[in-house]
């Protein structure tokens, strides 16, 4: 092959898809009550999370579409998946990191691999490389096979790597991949394996788009996972369900015994997912109000769990994974993130080595997690990691946009520079702004959307003192690009209009930061302002 084929999305290239669920506009709420980051590390990673994706959001998710292919189409082997339809490779079953590996494409076009011809009705349940993790398994692919069954029940057969679904003497992942598509009344008869030293042409593939987009799993797929899973048993793990990853190398946790105790003291049931049948594993998340686990791949069965649920997990500090956040936000469940203290050796990657729990940390994210919400979160408003953030998004009686366009309120004698497409920056060591506000009655929220440039290690991060009807409002610091939010007291609202004072003090040019010629002397871009009302 002498040129690399056009790159397409699956809905860019398709003359037509077949939507299997709608865009949807959902409000993903504020789970994270309780953190010891700060503690065991310096918290920069966890705040700049709880200021963005971990924030309370309201995001519009994309479409679940069912794709017919041209005939000829080919899936191509080597452990890729890449799918080449008329002479077009689709962008989503591109490893991420071919996408600027051009030689490689070509290399695993070109290879020298035997053709299997396939003429049923088939759906592509495979994503690039071996899938040998669970959480991909059961949040990404399996959703797909769940929702093309409940849209045309016993139309495919699944066309799914061989690796991860050959039968094995012992237990096995691919014994739980069995179960899993059994569960959701899949037999071995509707499953094509596909083996990774040949290429598949198909005469008739289908494939779906992603169940997931902006980190949120489409409720429409969370509720087809849940709803049309079959024979479940009864639970015999309990209310409260306990996860240590004890039959996995990585990310064990040093002081297991201890932390067992504590959690049995709790009355804490603890169940090894990788002992169990799949459908035992969905009967524990699904009773159980309260889940402890290690971060990884047996916290996927969220999917299962109650509204709700209550959720303490552990890791090493140099360890971060948002997937199991978003299926907590999806639950609308509560959250302890505890951190322990990295014990590598030097052997394998640092973030899969055991870690160590302090018993004080096990316990208070314990005791935090199993709180009333109306104490976890007062006036709808939690406090972690020395934030302010709303447990829930309440209607914004003030919104004003920063950018080009609708910005008409700032101006350079007020201490702003001109509107850019994206923000405004302050100008100066001061800045002011006038909104209106309409006339509401109960306690409100400040909430600004901010960033900023810094020099680490000389300048880390920038002060901010907002006033306004000259009250001064709790103190900002702005380290990283995120959302802030602040109490605002009624008495700011004076005569149907809000007076900001910003004040700023720490001021430098780009041109001092030597990233451009640009002299003005700036401190903070302004993205996006609003006012909402909390629970009374």
Known sequence: MSSLPDRLSLLRFAPKVEELAPSRLVDLPTVCVHTN????????????????????????????????LSPGTTVIGNHSYLILTDNVLIEDQI?????????????????????VQIDDPVLLIARWGAVSVWGHWLGELLPKVVMAEQAHPGRF?????????????ERSFSTAVLESLAAYGIGEDRILPLDHRFNHRFSQLFAMTPVWSHVAMHPAALDAMRSR?????????????????????????????????????????????????????????????????VLGSGLTGLIYSPDGV???TVAPANWRDVFFHALLQARSGLYSDVLGTPLW????????????????????????IMLPEAELAPRGLVHVCGLVLPR??????????????????????????????????????????VLPMPEVSGPLLLELVLSTSLAPPHLVSRPLQVSVGGVDLAPIVV???????????????RDGRLEFHFRHPIVTSPRDLGVSPDDRHLAISFHRLRVRQLQE
Not at 37 to 65: F, K, N, S, W
Not at 346 to 364: E, H, K, Q
């Open 37 to 68: 980051a700060g503690e065991v590390d310096d918290g920069g990673v966890t705040r700049t999370r709880l200021q963005g994706l971990y924030h309370a959001r309201q995001v519009q998710l994309d479409p679940i579409g069912l794709v017919a």
């Open 95 to 115: 490893w991420p990191g071919m996408h600027d590996s051009p030689d490689i494409l070509t290399k695993l076009l070109a290879a020298p691999l035997g053709l």
């Open 157 to 169: 057969r699944y066309a799914i790597p061989i690796d991860i679904i050959r039968r094995t003497e």
């Open 229 to 293: 899973v079959q024979g479940v048993p009864g639970s015999k793990a309990g209310r409260r369900l306990g996860l240590l990853r004890r039959d996995v190398r990585t990310r064990n946790v040093f002081n297991a015994d201890e932390t067992i105790e504590v959690l049995e003291q709790a009355g804490f049931g603890l169940v090894e997912m990788g002992h169990v049948s799949f459908v035992e594993q969905v009967a524990a998340f699904r009773e159980a109000e309260a889940v402890f686990g």
């Open 310 to 312: 209550r959720t303490m």
């Open 345 to 368: 050796n030097g052997d394998g990657v640092d973030r899969d080595a055991p870690f160590f729990l302090r018993r004080r940390d096990i316990l208070t994210g314990l005791e935090r």
């Open 392 to 433: 829930r998004l309440t209607h914004a009686v003030v919104d004003f946009e920063f950018r080009v366009g609708p910005n008409t309120a700032t101006r350079p004698e007020d201490g702003w520079a001109g509107p850019e497409p994206d923000a405004t920056w302050t100008l100066g060591a001061e800045s002011r702004l």
């Open 479 to 493: 380290a990283e690009a995120g959302t802030y939010n602040v109490e605002l007291p009624r008495e700011c609202v």
